[in-house]
């Protein structure tokens, strides 16, 4: 790639720079997306076989195409997805370029816009759009026993049950993640302790309705950033064998041992907290009140809604809950793997801008930076509790594109030559 000068960069093939591309190009922004594998490549290559999405194929798409052949009530694929995200940029003539990795931006010395190194030459670029998506890195804390005995692994990595040794397993983290791969092991007859951490746990379907579409009637998908309390939670939902609410007491019936977050590893022990009982009655809480929220919203709707009782029984606790372990010798337990469902970081070293908190988090204001002309898009809670789903981060696009449109308009207008 020669020396270039683009308008607009977008950073990112996957969800998030496709529906900016769209928005751009519905503005007439001209652009260039920058992928440096293949378009959807977490949905690919990343995390297990097994993974279909988190919400029904009705609502976890774009507005403009459908998932083909797929009951709009099922949970797509991983594999389906990654291909429904290669039609729609090829649906909207994305301009993409694959295999081209961005490895440095940064501002330009006396002239505006960017100068990008990337592994394919250098480009100038007028405006910067980081669309990299809210998955990069996985993480994996420091407390991770140093056994060469254990096959360690995060669960963006995992991929079955096969890939594990004969021995008993550790899932830590409770997330979507960690509480579908746990009952995955469990399910293929493995004995499998689970580290359960705070967590909001809501229901999949209530009263025949999907937890999505209780989130968008009672305006909870539009849930304002700046409510961090409700972003420190790990969500606990799964689409799994056509999708049914995660239940930490069932699994326990179900032979899966659960135990408190795991504090700390020494000596061949791994050492868990005793907030076991606290994290499930605040994801039980958590539960109800959305029980609560949708029995009023059809009271007040007279929406003709099946009630279900049934949804309110909690079974009883098991011994792992009223007696939790505290300590799990490894090796006594015949541990073979241990899978770090630890959640991600992301990876923003290679913009060389000031436009990042003390907390390494971009400073933006609904994506639009601190620093003139870089924007972001697909970050969690960007604007709001959808802003990481497909269906959000095409609302969050539309705005960073009119943005920009409206900036090249500023950008174009000469004094004395007819306003904008």
């Not at 999708?243 to 326990?252: C, K, Y």
């Not at 801008?353 to 002309?373: C, I, K, L, N, S």
Request: net charge neutral.
């Amino acid at each position: 790639m020669a020396l270039a000068d683009i308008d607009t960069l977008v950073v990112g093939g996957g969800q998030a720079g496709i529906a900016g591309s769209e928005h751009l190009t519905g503005h007439s922004v001209p652009h260039l997306v920058l992928e440096k594998h293949r378009i959807a490549e977490a949905w690919r290559a990343g995390r297990w076989d097994s993974l279909v999405a988190n919400g029904p194929a009705w609502d976890d798409r774009f507005p403009n195409l459908t998932f083909a052949g797929l009951d709009p009530e099922s949970f797509a694929p991983k594999d389906r997805i990654a291909s429904y995200l290669v039609a729609y940029a090829q649906m909207i003539a994305a301009p993409i370029r694959t295999g081209v990795e961005v490895r440095r931006a940064e501002a330009r010395v006396g002239a505006s816009g960017f100068t990008v190194e990337t592994s394919a030459g250098r480009l100038i670029a007028r405006r910067l759009v980081v669309a990299i998506g809210a998955f990069q890195t996985p993480v994996t804390p420091a407390l991770a026993p140093p056994v060469a005995r254990i096959f360690q692994c995060h669960s963006y990595h995992y991929k079955n049950p096969a890939q594990l040794l004969a021995g008993a397993v550790v899932v830590v983290g409770a997330g979507s993640s960690g509480v579908q791969i746990a009952d995955e092991l469990n399910r293929a007859g493995k004995s499998v302790t689970l580290s359960v951490g705070p967590h909001d746990r809501p229901p999949r379907r209530y009263r025949g309705c999907d937890n999505v579409w209780w989130l968008g009637v009672l305006g909870l998908w539009d849930a304002p950033a700046g409510d961090t309390g409700r972003q420190r939670f790990t969500i606990c939902v799964s689409g799994a064998r056509g999708g049914a609410t995660v239940d930490f007491r069932r699994l326990a019936g179900e032979g899966v041992t659960l135990v408190g977050s795991t504090q700390g590893y020494a000596n061949g022990v791994l050492r868990f907290t005793d907030d076991l009982p606290a994290n499930l009655a605040r994801g039980d809480a958590g539960y109800l009140a959305l029980l609560d929220a949708a029995d009023a919203y059809v009271a007040r709707t007279a929406l003709d809604l099946p009630a279900e009782p049934a949804a309110r029984e909690v079974c009883p606790d098991p011994a792992c809950v009223t007696d939790p372990l505290r300590a799990l010798d490894l090796a006594q337990a015949g541990v073979t793997a241990i899978i770090w469902a630890t959640g991600f970081r992301q990876d923003f070293g290679w913009l060389r801008f000031d436009t990042f908190g003390p907390d390494g988090a971009p400073r933006h204001h609904r994506g639009v930076a601190a620093v003139p002309g870089v924007y972001f898009l697909g970050l969690p809670w960007q604007t709001c509790r959808a802003s990481s789903f497909i269906c959000g981060v095409w609302r969050d696009a539309q705005y960073i594109a009119g943005h920009i449109a409206a900036d090249r308009r500023y950008q174009a207008y000469r004094p004395g030559v007819g306003g904008r």
